[in-house]
């Protein structure tokens, strides 16, 4: 029973798919896909700054660098932590105002309080 | 380019500290001698994704969904019962969801909490399933390699035939478990940001096999995990009960050819085979514990019966089921937004039967199976005060 199998062809199958790719949230398809767009490009720029922070990581402690020590760098768990802070605090300056909630707006047209009505 | 040794990484986790060291020394020597595609070495038991680029992608999704999952899931249920309020309702009651969705599902705060938890899904399958299939010579010739290579073995059964609760793209996965050769590499770092970083050493599945319940008798010879996908519990009981027979069984043959290459990878001996849990194939009264971790909620009703039914009859008299999922340790929550998620999750993460495992009586189902029950079996999950556990009588 415990035998390996050499014939692998069709060990994948049909599937069911999902439409969630078409899912429309936010009232507008074009709004969902800022929304993700949005996001990707979060993941871009993290990818670069991390990369570039690697880089000084580097240069700092070698002097010299090279694609291969930038692919294979293997950051300190002290030098993880500090990025992940980094990557937090991106993720707030970025995507922040996307939880303040919205449950006490105030619209454009409201007088200021202080004003004479 | 520099390789990281895994035997010296992994013994130095802290995460492997309860489990039995002497059966895991880190790669085998089979697998040392054949491909093994790990271009940026290993950190312990994970191979690190194989570019810089794809890595910090995750590790931006990763500290994302900590983002989504905490101040904008808050700032959505604030929201939802501020809606509900509004309209005189009691978010805390058992609120049908109709009537939740009809009050809430169109606010933008809640529709962008869901948009961009579902984007940074998207995102992690798609950005994982472009690595693996942009490079599947490898990927491909990888796998080949460790197919007939051990310790443990590999068996994929081409033509089975699949219930169409199976063959689901499940968590929106591409392909799901049965339909992309590449299913357990993506299973695996795409359930690694899921769960935030916190596994990425198979922290909550050696917590899981440390908690597993032995027959009364003790004697554990033999034990099989149903819905093995990645292998990781099933490697972890093996690291538990050494001197066990463990088997994996998962309906995707690419799940369980990944489990296997992963687990002949880390010098586990774990069988692995692409079988069905409600026609698993092995004799009457085999397996002296037979477990599974978040699989019922992924079955159909009807799946679920069959399940239960053909795991009472490979479980030896005296044995122990031990099933781990959502609510077999603490019952599902009736509040509104509690709803609200589990059919969020239902209709677009790919959960079919999410709902209905809510409301199924799982115990029920137990009892109808023949086990006796015991509900206040070790607490498995995390927060649980127990789990239910079956036996069957001697």
């Given amino acids: 029973m415990a035998t390996s199998k050499s014939d692998l062809k069709g060990y994948t199958t049909d599937f069911i798919k999902s439409d969630t790719d078409k899912a429309v949230f936010l009232g507008n398809p074009l709004m969902d896909d800022m929304m993700t767009a949005l996001i990707n490009l979060g993941a871009e720029t993290w990818a670069n700054r991390r990369r570039v922070k690697i880089i000084e990581m580097l240069f700092e402690k070698n002097g010299k660098i090279s694609r291969e020590m930038v692919e294979a760098y293997m950051p300190t768990p002290e030098q993880e932590k500090q990025m992940q802070v980094e990557r937090d605090e991106f993720i707030r300056t970025a995507f922040g105002h996307f939880a303040r909630g919205a449950t006490d707006i105030v619209a454009l047209s409201t007088l200021n309080p202080t004003s004479k009505k | 380019m520099t390789m990281l040794n895994r035997r010296t990484l992994f013994t130095s986790t802290a995460a492997a500290a309860t489990i039995a060291q002497d059966t895991f020394l880190g790669r085998s020597a089979q697998a040392a001698n054949r491909l093994d595609v790990e271009p940026r070495g290993t950190i312990g038991r994970l191979e690190r ?123 929106i996965q591409p392909g799901g478990y049965v339909g992309d050769p590449f299913a357990g590499h993506s299973y695996l770092y795409g359930t690694n940001n899921f769960y935030t970083g916190r596994n990425n050493q198979d922290e909550l599945h050696i917590t899981l096999a440390n908690v597993l319940p032995l027959p009364a008798d003790g004697k554990v010879i033999r034990i099989l995990e149903q819905g093995t996908s990645c292998g990781q519990l099933a490697v972890a009981l093996k690291q538990r009960f050494p001197n066990a027979e463990v088997w994996g069984i998962d309906c995707g043959g690419p799940m369980v050819r990944f489990a296997h290459m992963r687990a002949a990878d880390l010098g586990v001996e774990v069988h692995f085979a692409q079988r069905l849990a409600e026609d698993s194939k092995f004799p009457d009264n085999h397996f002296d514990i037979i477990t599974n971790n978040i699989m019922f909620h992924e079955v159909s009703p009807e799946g679920i019966h069959a399940v239960l039914k053909e795991s009472m009859r490979t479980l030896r008299p005296g044995g122990v089921y031990f099933p781990i999922d959502f609510f077999t340790g603490s019952p599902p929550s009736k509040t509104a937004f509690s709803k609200f998620r589990s059919w969020w999750d239902s209709r677009w993460n790919g959960e079919p039967w999410r709902l209905e495992y809510a409301a199924f009586d799982f115990n029920g189902a137990m009892l109808k199976a023949g086990f006796d029950v015991n509900e206040n079996g070790p607490a498995a999950r995390p927060g649980s005060k127990s789990n239910v556990m079956g036996t069957k009588r001697a």
């Fill in chain 2, 49 to 171: 994704l194989p570019r810089l680029d794809l890595e910090s992608q995750h590790d931006f999704i990763t500290g994302f969904r900590q983002f989504v999952n905490g101040e904008m899931t808050r700032a959505a249920e604030a929201r939802i019962n501020a809606l509900l309020k509004a309209k005189g309702l009691d978010p805390t009651s058992d609120l049908p969801i109709d009537t939740i969705l009809e009050h809430t599902a169109n606010d933008p705060v809640i529709a962008n909490s869901a948009r961009s938890w579902l984007s940074a899904q998207q995102l992690s399958w798609r950005t994982l399933r472009n690595e693996f299939h942009g490079n599947k010579d490898a990927y491909l010739s990888e796998m080949e390699a460790a197919d007939k290579s051990g310790p443990g073995s590999l068996e994929l059964n081409p033509g089975i035939e699949l219930p169409d609760y199976t063959r689901h793209e499940i968590h």
